[in-house]
């Protein structure tokens, strides 16, 4: 978006400007609205900053509160010691493998999740055939049957499956669930008969009514579901807890768990500080690099 | 709902919806009724041989007294969650729908939590709010405050509640200023012309509009408390301290692989699943006559 501000014309920024002017919306309210703003970035924003400021501190600093607001002098030496020192509480297992794990799983859950639910949805909202308001009912109800609800029968159904401590068993079973099919659901609802109609007066078919039509209107939403995707995939918890047992087959937020230890004082924290910093930094740039394509995406539907 | 127009292929459909009714089944539905079988019997402690003892695992985990308190943690907690991430998302989207100038800047700063693992956010929470190490536990005991959740039970629920909503901001944020860009700008303009003050806007022509984005962050968000808070609670407090932070879920997580009791376990599970399919039948029939997909 901050892209995409600052590339729009002259022209456009009076047009807005001119657009708060027709909508009432005066300079106080402006203000009021920044402050507010602002306020919130410094809530949203502040703890990973922090984060960050921690994971350039030495330990004897992090153990003696306040930690100072801004960084230290051993940015170089806790990296190093995270990177290639090998971190003792989990296997000596390095950071790169770790961020793969990851990475495969991430990939896998999104791309997976993204072609199996627009299928599904497509077939929901454009077909009429028996029993699609069962199955509808019987994919939005996965909602509600998250991994946490049945922990063990499915910890054995993996089991009996040969998949545990394998990416298909990190990807596969997390590849099904509601919520994408759902959105997709309410996108395609909103598309109107006519172009249904439209298409099969020209005598297109199905798939290509889908492959000319839905998908290049689904742009935007499958650059969201994406986004959404991925990070769903990075951020899973108790999946990749219950399927790896091996270290080297953990991933990262798995394994800082694992560095953690609140009940004893030998925590090594700056390395805790500077795994997290690797944890957090990747979905972050990708959140804010499809944020470019995703704006785009937005502005062209609003003209 | 309203008849559409649609293509007239009988077998295509059940081809294209085929792959996921596959995973569901095999990993969701084969699962769960494993889960409803096992609620009906009773393992002895090797796992030699099961009994079926019909209700008694239902009756027994409801009767109790940690049950009943993971129920009312669980309400807190989920209510809590819910409310304070949408309401903060919902007012900055607002703001941030208001202004002319830097609005991507503050996008771009509000998303990044939303890229956060949960047990991380609890991680950072926790490492700022220590009792023993961080900076804030420190600000609030020296400002004269007893703050320490690792053994206070009702600051650790708020604890964990902060870092939950906080973590669920930005997912909001997004939704609802895609929510508010798509509403037609002339729809505005034309109140606006008539005289409509901008409170006046929000509250009968804004508001209204974003319900089927209001209504799928109330499901989502209510399912993001149940569920995917799993990992801050084992991450930050264990359930504790005592059990006061124990929920539903971490619950059925600690008797059934931590403590192996598969029978109660397994009888949780199904109770949390009929409390939730409940839950989300009721939002949605009655959500979904009030929204308009347009």
Same mark, same amino acid.
Do not use: C
């Given at each position: 978006?901050?892209?995409?501000?600052?590339?729009?014309?002259?022209?456009?920024?009076?047009?807005?400007?001119?657009?708060?002017?027709?909508?009432?919306?005066?300079?106080?309210?402006?203000?009021?609205?920044?402050?507010?703003?602002?306020?919130?970035?410094?809530?949203?924003?502040?703890?990973?900053?922090?984060?960050?400021?921690?994971?350039?501190?030495?330990?004897?600093?992090?153990?003696?509160?306040?930690?100072?607001?801004?960084?230290?002098?051993?940015?170089?030496?806790?990296?190093?010691?995270?990177?290639?020192?090998?971190?003792?509480?989990?296997?000596?297992?390095?950071?790169?493998?770790?961020?793969?794990?990851?990475?495969?799983?991430?990939?896998?859950?999104?791309? &997976?999740? @993204?072609?199996?639910?627009?299928? *599904? #949805?497509? !077939?929901?909202?454009? /077909? $009429?055939?028996?029993?699609?308001?069962?199955?509808?009912?019987?994919?939005?109800?996965?909602?509600?049957?998250?991994?946490?609800?049945?922990?063990?029968?499915?910890?054995?159904?993996?089991?009996?499956?040969?998949?545990?401590?394998?990416?298909? &068993?990190? @990807?596969?079973?997390?590849?099904? *669930? #509601?919520? !994408?099919?759902?959105? /997709? $659901?309410?996108?395609?609802?909103?598309?109107?008969?006519?172009?249904?109609?439209?298409?099969?007066?020209?005598?297109?078919?199905?798939?290509?009514?889908?492959?000319?039509?839905?998908?290049?209107?689904?742009?935007?939403?499958?650059?969201?579901?994406?986004? @959404?995707?991925?990070?769903?995939?990075?951020?899973?918890?108790?999946?990749?807890?219950?399927?790896?047992?091996?270290?080297?087959?953990?991933?990262?937020?798995?394994?800082?768990?694992?560095?953690?230890?609140?009940?004893?004082?030998?925590?090594?924290?700056?390395?805790?500080?500077?795994?997290?910093?690797?944890?957090?930094?990747?979905?972050?740039?990708?959140?804010?690099?499809?944020?470019?394509?995703?704006?785009?995406?937005?502005?062209?539907?609003?003209? | 709902?309203?008849?559409?127009?649609?293509?007239?292929?009988?077998?295509?459909?059940?081809?294209?919806?085929?792959?996921?009714?596959?995973?569901?089944?095999?990993?969701?539905?084969?699962?769960?009724?494993?889960?409803?079988?096992?609620?009906?019997?009773?393992?002895?402690?090797?796992?030699?041989?099961?009994?079926?003892?019909?209700?008694?695992?239902?009756?027994?985990?409801?009767?109790?007294?940690?049950?009943?308190?993971?129920?009312?943690?669980?309400?807190?907690?989920?209510?809590?969650?819910?409310?304070?991430?949408?309401?903060?998302?919902?007012?900055?989207?607002?703001?941030?729908?208001?202004?002319?100038?830097?609005?991507?800047?503050?996008?771009?700063?509000?998303?990044?939590?939303?890229?956060?693992?949960?047990?991380?956010?609890?991680?950072?929470?926790?490492?700022?709010?220590?009792?023993?190490?961080?900076?804030?536990?420190?600000?609030?005991?020296?400002?004269?405050?007893?703050?320490?959740?690792?053994?206070?039970?009702?600051?650790?629920?708020?604890?964990?509640?902060?870092?939950?909503?906080?973590?669920?901001?930005?997912?909001?944020?997004?939704?609802?200023?895609?929510?508010?860009?798509?509403?037609?700008?002339?729809?505005?303009?034309?109140?606006?012309?008539?005289?409509?003050?901008?409170?006046?806007?929000?509250?009968?022509?804004?508001?209204?509009?974003?319900?089927?984005?209001?209504?799928?962050?109330?499901?989502?968000?209510?399912?993001?408390?149940?569920?995917?808070?799993?990992?801050?609670?084992?991450?930050?407090?264990?359930?504790?301290?005592?059990?006061?932070?124990?929920?539903?879920?971490?619950?059925?997580?600690?008797?059934?692989?931590?403590?192996?009791?598969?029978?109660?376990?397994?009888?949780?599970?199904?109770?949390?699943?009929?409390?939730?399919?409940?839950?989300?039948?009721?939002?949605?029939?009655?959500?979904?006559?009030?929204?308009?997909?347009?």
């Amino acid at each position: 978006m901050a892209e995409a501000a600052t590339q729009q014309s002259t022209a456009a920024a009076l047009g807005r400007r001119e657009q708060g002017a027709m909508l009432g919306i005066s300079r106080r309210s402006r203000y009021i609205a920044h402050a507010i703003l602002i306020v919130g970035v410094f809530i949203v924003a502040f703890p990973i900053y922090y984060t960050f400021v921690a994971s350039t501190h030495s330990l004897q600093t992090i153990l003696r509160p306040p930690l100072p607001l801004l960084p230290g002098e051993h940015f170089f030496d806790n990296y190093y010691e995270a990177l290639f020192g090998g971190v003792g509480r989990i296997g000596g297992v390095g950071v790169g493998t770790l961020l793969f794990n990851t990475t495969v799983m991430a990939l896998g859950i999104a791309i &997976g999740k @993204i072609v199996i639910s627009v299928l *599904s #949805a497509f !077939a929901i909202v454009f /077909f $009429r055939f028996p029993g699609r308001m069962f199955f509808f009912w019987v994919i939005f109800i996965t909602l509600m049957l998250p991994v946490e609800v049945r922990i063990l029968p499915t910890y054995k159904v993996m089991v009996d499956l040969g998949l545990i401590d394998s990416y298909t &068993g990190l @990807i596969l079973p997390l590849m099904a *669930s #509601a919520t !994408a099919t759902l959105l /997709f $659901r309410q996108f395609f609802m909103t598309i109107p008969g006519e172009l249904v109609e439209a298409a099969r007066v020209d005598g297109a078919g199905p798939w290509r009514f889908f492959k000319d039509i839905l998908m290049p209107l689904s742009k935007t939403n499958l650059a969201a579901l994406f986004v @959404i995707m991925f990070i769903y995939g990075w951020t899973q918890y108790l999946w990749p807890l219950l399927v790896t047992n091996s270290n080297d087959m953990n991933t990262i937020v798995i394994a800082l768990r694992k560095m953690i230890s609140f009940a004893d004082a030998d925590t090594e924290w700056h390395l805790v500080m500077v795994t997290s910093v690797f944890a957090i930094l990747p979905p972050i740039l990708v959140v804010l690099f499809m944020q470019r394509w995703f704006v785009k995406g937005l502005v062209e539907t609003e003209k | 709902m309203s008849p559409r127009v649609t293509f007239p292929n009988k077998i295509l459909p059940y081809l294209l919806i085929a792959p996921q009714l596959v995973i569901v089944g095999i990993f969701f539905y084969w699962p769960a009724s494993q889960a409803l079988y096992q609620s009906v019997l009773r393992e002895d402690p090797f796992g030699l041989r099961s009994t079926f003892v019909g209700l008694a695992n239902f009756r027994r985990v409801l009767s109790e007294p940690n049950y009943i308190n993971a129920l009312q943690n669980t309400a807190v907690f989920s209510i809590a969650v819910a409310f304070v991430a949408m309401a903060i998302a919902l007012l900055l989207a607002v703001m941030a729908d208001k202004i002319i100038r830097g609005r991507g800047i503050y996008r771009t700063m509000l998303i990044w939590p939303y890229a956060i693992a949960p047990a991380i956010a609890g991680m950072v929470w926790l490492f700022m709010f220590n009792p023993a190490m961080g900076t804030f536990a420190y600000m609030l005991r020296s400002s004269g405050y007893q703050w320490d959740p690792l053994l206070r039970g009702d600051q650790a629920m708020v604890l964990v509640i902060a870092a939950a909503a906080w973590k669920q901001i930005s997912y909001n944020f997004l939704f609802f200023v895609a929510g508010l860009q798509a509403i037609p700008k002339t729809l505005i303009e034309a109140a606006a012309i008539d005289g409509a003050g901008e409170t006046k806007r929000f509250w009968t022509i804004i508001f209204p509009l974003l319900a089927p984005t209001t209504f799928f962050l109330l499901v989502i968000n209510t399912t993001y408390a149940f569920f995917d808070t799993f990992g801050i609670i084992h991450a930050v407090t264990g359930g504790g301290p005592g059990k006061a932070t124990e929920t539903l879920v971490y619950k059925v997580y600690n008797d059934g692989f931590v403590n192996l009791i598969l029978g109660d376990s397994a009888a949780q599970s199904v109770i949390l699943m009929v409390i939730v399919i409940a839950l989300t039948a009721i939002q949605f029939r009655y959500v979904e006559k009030k929204v308009h997909y347009g």
